[in-house]
């Protein structure tokens, strides 16, 4: 398969994942984990949503908690763009691209666009939010795990070539990507536009879904300190995965799911990418290392299981994806 080239000068300017709206069904409780186990701030709060960022943000939020009466879902994941005007021409270009756009409001930032993506993922572009006090030097107020800054999100799709051409015409660089040696079909591509390896990821599966947003951790430990509190807290069995290690973008991480259902991944970073001569790197799908270079699988259902986009419908993929989980590795063993 070829692999597309970069645009290194697209018609505007994505700098970065910027923030996320979720519906939630218990408002307080959502608070309290992403507050004490995660380690966000509390930038502002009303009867029906919570504002929260991380302990480098100095931007309004990056987590929207809005209170739902139904499934909780996913509004809709934000980009940021580097000025109006930029926000301005990203309104034109993807109308002319058959992209659904229209004006909106939003609390806390400057005008918003709303984009679907041709993969249906509901997007929301800004150029401006308010200004908040920079809390990372502020280390008795840390709590939890002190997240730092949303860094991506990965979406579960059928069409994963179709999100990778679309985000490749938007300057998005791929870094990696998962497929066989000699294949033509993606398993999972990795994409960003902040210069690390990933700004949004998309892996074959139902959706458009969710499978998880992530905020990045000053080290490993801050990891297990977010596990000891969600411990403490009674949260102990919200923790669905490590900590580990990742084949792709090499972080160690853990995989929590928040009151609602919600799947949020803390890690400690990872490398830069931004040299015109750094080609993607390529996974084997059959390579364990992309699960898990030490340690053991994830359950079935950290594969499978995802938030769904409020008002979107999901889709089948032509053929399932069947990864190596904790369930087969187990069956394995014990067979053999």
Same mark, same amino acid.
């Given at each position: 398969?070829?692999?597309?080239?970069?645009?290194?000068?697209?018609?505007?300017?994505?700098?970065?994942?910027?923030?996320?709206?979720?519906?939630?069904?218990?408002?307080?409780?959502?608070?309290?984990?992403?507050?004490?186990?995660?380690?966000?701030?509390?930038?502002?709060?009303?009867?029906?949503?919570?504002?929260?960022?991380?302990?480098?943000?100095?931007?309004?939020?990056?987590?929207?908690?809005?209170?739902?009466?139904?499934?909780?879902?996913?509004?809709?994941?934000?980009?940021?763009?580097?000025?109006?005007?930029?926000?301005?021409?990203?309104?034109?270009?993807?109308?002319?691209?058959?992209?659904?756009?229209?004006?909106?409001?939003? =609390?806390?930032?400057?005008?918003?666009?709303?984009?679907? /993506? !041709?993969? @249906?993922?509901?997007? %929301? *572009?800004?150029?401006?939010?308010?200004?908040?006090?920079?809390?990372?030097?502020?280390?008795?107020?840390?709590?939890?795990?002190?997240?730092?800054?949303?860094?991506?999100?990965?979406?579960?799709?059928?069409?994963?070539?179709?999100?990778?051409?679309?985000?490749?015409?938007?300057?998005?660089?791929?870094?990696?990507?998962?497929?066989?040696?000699?294949?033509?079909?993606?398993?999972?591509?990795?994409?960003?536009?902040?210069?690390?390896?990933?700004?949004?990821?998309?892996?074959?599966?139902?959706?458009?879904?969710?499978?998880?947003?992530?905020?990045?951790?000053?080290?490993?430990?801050?990891?297990?300190?977010?596990?000891?509190?969600?411990?403490?807290?009674?949260?102990?069995?919200?923790?669905?995965?490590?900590?580990?290690?990742?084949? =792709?973008?090499?972080?160690?991480?853990?995989?929590?799911? /928040? !009151?609602? @259902?919600?799947?949020? %991944? *803390?890690?400690?970073?990872?490398?830069?990418?931004?040299?015109?001569?750094?080609?993607?790197?390529?996974?084997?799908?059959?390579?364990?290392?992309?699960?898990?270079?030490?340690?053991?699988?994830?359950?079935?259902?950290?594969?499978?299981?995802?938030?769904?986009?409020?008002?979107?419908?999901?889709?089948?993929?032509?053929?399932?994806?069947?990864?190596?989980?904790?369930?087969?590795?187990?069956?394995?063993?014990?067979?053999?």
């Amino acid at each position: 398969m070829q692999l597309p080239p970069t645009v290194f000068d697209p018609a505007f300017n994505i700098t970065r994942a910027s923030h996320i709206v979720l519906t939630v069904d218990d408002l307080d409780a959502s608070r309290r984990f992403y507050e004490e186990v995660i380690g966000l701030i509390t930038s502002a709060a009303d009867a029906d949503a919570v504002y929260l960022r991380g302990v480098e943000e100095a931007c309004h939020h990056s987590l929207v908690l809005r209170r739902g009466s139904g499934t909780p879902g996913c509004t809709r994941i934000g980009m940021r763009v580097v000025n109006e005007d930029h926000l301005a021409r990203a309104h034109d270009v993807l109308a002319e691209m058959g992209c659904t756009v229209s004006w909106a409001e939003a =609390p806390y930032q400057g005008r918003t666009l709303h984009v679907t /993506d !041709p993969v @249906g993922t509901p997007l %929301e *572009l800004c150029a401006r939010m308010d200004a908040m006090p920079r809390m990372i030097t502020r280390f008795s107020t840390h709590k939890g795990g002190a997240a730092g800054r949303l860094d991506h999100y990965q979406i579960l799709t059928p069409e994963v070539g179709k999100a990778l051409a679309f985000y490749n015409k938007l300057g998005f660089r791929l870094t990696e990507y998962i497929m066989p040696p000699g294949g033509e079909v993606l398993g999972g591509v990795f994409l960003q536009r902040k210069g690390n390896p990933h700004d949004i990821v998309f892996f074959n599966g139902i959706g458009p879904r969710l499978h998880h947003f992530a905020y990045t951790v000053a080290e490993g430990a801050n990891l297990l300190r977010a596990c000891d509190v969600a411990g403490e807290l009674g949260y102990g069995r919200k923790v669905e995965r490590g900590p580990g290690r990742h084949g =792709p973008g090499h972080a160690m991480f853990v995989y929590f799911r /928040d !009151p609602a @259902g919600h799947r949020i %991944e *803390l890690f400690n970073t990872h490398y830069q990418v931004m040299d015109l001569e750094n080609e993607p790197v390529g996974w084997d799908p059959a390579d364990s290392n992309i699960s898990f270079p030490w340690g053991l699988p994830a359950q079935r259902r950290w594969f499978e299981e995802a938030t769904p986009f409020e008002g979107v419908t999901s889709s089948e993929p032509a053929a399932r994806p069947n990864p190596l989980s904790l369930e087969r590795f187990l069956a394995a063993l014990d067979a053999g």
